[in-house]
C-alpha cells in the first residue's frame, strides 16, 4: 500500500478487500490535519484519559506512548495515537496559548514579522485604534530605537495655525502640552482640569528668545554652589539673596535694600528717615517736564481732581473768562460781530476830539463839502505849498513870465493889437502866429498869390510882360 507524497494519506490498491478501512483512515488524516489546532504543546507525557479527536504538539523528551515522537502531532484516532510528521510551512494553533506556530523544516517557531505594513487604515498594538486614533499602543513602555545612528521622531501639522504637540494626560484629560500650537513657536503649557490651559514659556521660532509667561521660582538652596559655572543662578536661602556666578566670581544679583539717609540729594530732599521725599523749589523745568504734542496745552477740563491732560485750543478756550470793563479774557461773540465791520486798515482808536480835528485827516476832500472856507485871493494864496499841482498854486504860476504852452489871444484882456505889439512876438521862429518885417516884405515871399488879392497891382501891357518867365504855360 502506498501513500500520498504531503500528508502520506493511504491510497486505495486495485482489488483490494475492505476498501472501506483505507478510505476511512485518509479521511481521519484529513480530518486531523486540516484547520490544525492542538490542546497544547507542552506534554511530553500522553495524558490519561484523552478522546478521539484530541491533538497535541509532543514536547522534547516525551515518554510512554510518545516516546520517539518530539516535535509531531499526536492525534486520538479510534482509541489510539497516530503520529503525524510535520511538513515544511505547516501553520498550528496553540489553543491554551493563543500562539500561531509555523514549521520552518527543524522547529516550530512563531510566524516571522511582515517586512513592511502600507496604508493601513487603522492599527492597534495591544490596543483598539479608532477614527480618532488611527494608531493605538497600550503598553508600559514604547521603545523607537535606531538603525545605527541617529533617531528622530517627527509630528508634522498642515499650516502654522494648526497645532502640532504632545499631549500629556492623567485618565485621558490633557495635564500638560508641548508643541508649536497656533503658530511656529514652542509653547509649554500645563493645565488642572484638562479644559483651561496656563502658558508658562515660549521659545520663538524666529530668534529663539525665551518669554517666561509666569513668575520663575529658583528652589533655594543653603549654600552657594560649590563649583558654579558662569552664568548660573541660584537663591541662597541662609544669606536671604538671589545670586549668580559671573566672570568666575559669584555675588548678589540684587544688593540687599538699605534706608536712604535724610538730607538733599539735588533736585529732592530727603527727610523723615527717608519716608518723605520732596521737589525742591524751581528744579521742575521744562526739560524736565513730560512731552507736550504740537498744538496743545497742559491744563484739564474734566471735572475733579486729576492728573493734566492735553487739550486742544477749543477745549483751552473753554477755561477762559469773557472780557468785561475789568476783566480781561475772551471777546465775546457780540464783540466779535462789531470788530470785523472795521475794515481793514482802520485809524487806531482815539478821542472824539484828535478824530474830528483837520489837522489829523489824511486824503482829499471835495471843497463844496467845506462849509466855512470863502475863495479869495488871500485864500488861494494860502493853499501854496510849494508844488505845482491840482488845486496848488501861487504868485509864481499867475506870473506870465512863468507861464508855458500858448494861450488864445482872445483869452488875454489887457492885449492891444499894433504893430508894436505884433512885433513883440518876434521869436526869430517862423511858426504860426510868429512873423517879422522881414516876413511881410514881399521879396522874401515864395509860392503864387491870387492876383485879387493883391490891391496894389495895375493891369496893363507892361505888367502882364513882367510875367513872361519864358515858359509856355498856363498864365504865363
Given at each position: ?49 484523552p ?98 545612528a541617529g ?5 508634522n501639522?498642515?499650516?502654522a ?29 500645563v ?102 504734542n ?20 477749543t ?16 471777546i ?30 489824511t ?18 494864496n ?15 504860476d ?76 498856363a498864365?504865363?
Open positions: 500500500m502506498s501513500n500520498s507524497p504531503l500528508l502520506a494519506l493511504p491510497y486505495l490498491a486495485a482489488s483490494q478487500a475492505q476498501k472501506h478501512v483505507t478510505l476511512n483512515e485518509a479521511l481521519s488524516i484529513l480530518d486531523g490535519l486540516l484547520h490544525l489546532a492542538v490542546i497544547t504543546r507542552s506534554l511530553a507525557t500522553p495524558p490519561t484519559t478522546a478521539d479527536g484530541d491533538r497535541y504538539l509532543i514536547a522534547a523528551s516525551p515518554t510512554a506512548a510518545w516516546a520517539g515522537h518530539a516535535g509531531k502531532i499526536a492525534l486520538r484516532m479510534a482509541g489510539a495515537w497516530r503520529f503525524l510528521t510535520p511538513q515544511t510551512g505547516w501553520r498550528i494553533w496553540i489553543s491554551n496559548e493563543t500562539v500561531l506556530l509555523v514549521y520552518n523544516g527543524t522547529a516550530w517557531i512563531a510566524p516571522p514579522a511582515p517586512s513592511s505594513l502600507q496604508n493601513l487604515s487603522l492599527l492597534g498594538v495591544n490596543a483598539t485604534a479608532d477614527t480618532t486614533n488611527k494608531f493605538a499602543v497600550s503598553s508600559s513602555a514604547v521603545l523607537f530605537n535606531n538603525v545605527g533617531v528622530q521622531f517627527k509630528i501639522k498642515a499650516a495655525a494648526d497645532t502640532a504637540s504632545l499631549l500629556f494626560q492623567t485618565g485621558f484629560s490633557g495635564r500638560a502640552e508641548i508643541g508649536i500650537t497656533g503658530d511656529d513657536d514652542l509653547h509649554f503649557k493645565s488642572a482640569t484638562g479644559s483651561s490651559f496656563k502658558e508658562s514659556l515660549i521659545v520663538a521660532a524666529g530668534s529663539g528668545l525665551v518669554t517666561f509667561r509666569n513668575t520663575l521660582a529658583l528652589d533655594p538652596q543653603p549654600a552657594d554652589p560649590t563649583t558654579p559655572s558662569n552664568g548660573q543662578l541660584w537663591y541662597n536661602s541662609t544669606a536671604g539673596k538671589f545670586r549668580g556666578h559671573q566672570n568666575g566670581a559669584s555675588l548678589d544679583i540684587v544688593a540687599a535694600a538699605t534706608a536712604l539717609a535724610d538730607g538733599d540729594k539735588g533736585d529732592i530732599t530727603v527727610s523723615g528717615s527717608g519716608a518723605v521725599w520732596a521737589i525742591d523749589p524751581g528744579t521742575v523745568t521744562n526739560a524736565k517736564l513730560g512731552n507736550v504740537t498744538a496743545t496745552f497742559k491744563a484739564r477740563t474734566t471735572a475733579g481732581s486729576g492728573s493734566p491732560e492735553d487739550l486742544t485750543g477745549q483751552a478756550t473753554t477755561l477762559l473768562d469773557v472780557a468785561t470793563a475789568s476783566l480781561k479774557g475772551l465775546s461773540s457780540a464783540d466779535f460781530t462789531k470788530l470785523s465791520g472795521i475794515a481793514t486798515g482802520a485809524t487806531a482808536n482815539s478821542s472824539d476830539a484828535i478824530l474830528l480835528a483837520r489837522a489829523t485827516h486824503g482829499t476832500q471835495l471843497l463844496a463839502t467845506v462849509s466855512d472856507v470863502t475863495i479869495t485871493a488871500a485864500n488861494l494860502i493853499l501854496d505849498d510849494g508844488v505845482d499841482t491840482a488845486l496848488h498854486f501861487h504868485a509864481a499867475r506870473a506870465r513870465a512863468n507861464h508855458t504852452g500858448t494861450q488864445l489871444l482872445g483869452t488875454i484882456s489887457d492885449v492891444t493889437m499894433t504893430v508894436a505889439n505884433l512885433n513883440t512876438l518876434d521869436d526869430a521862429v517862423n511858426t504860426a502866429l510868429h512873423f517879422h518885417d522881414a516876413d511881410r516884405a514881399r521879396a522874401n515871399h515864395t509860392g503864387t498869390q491870387l492876383l485879387a488879392t493883391v490891391s496894389d497891382v495895375t493891369m496893363t501891357v507892361a505888367n502882364l510882360n513882367t510875367l513872361d518867365d519864358a515858359v509856355n504855360t498864365l504865363h
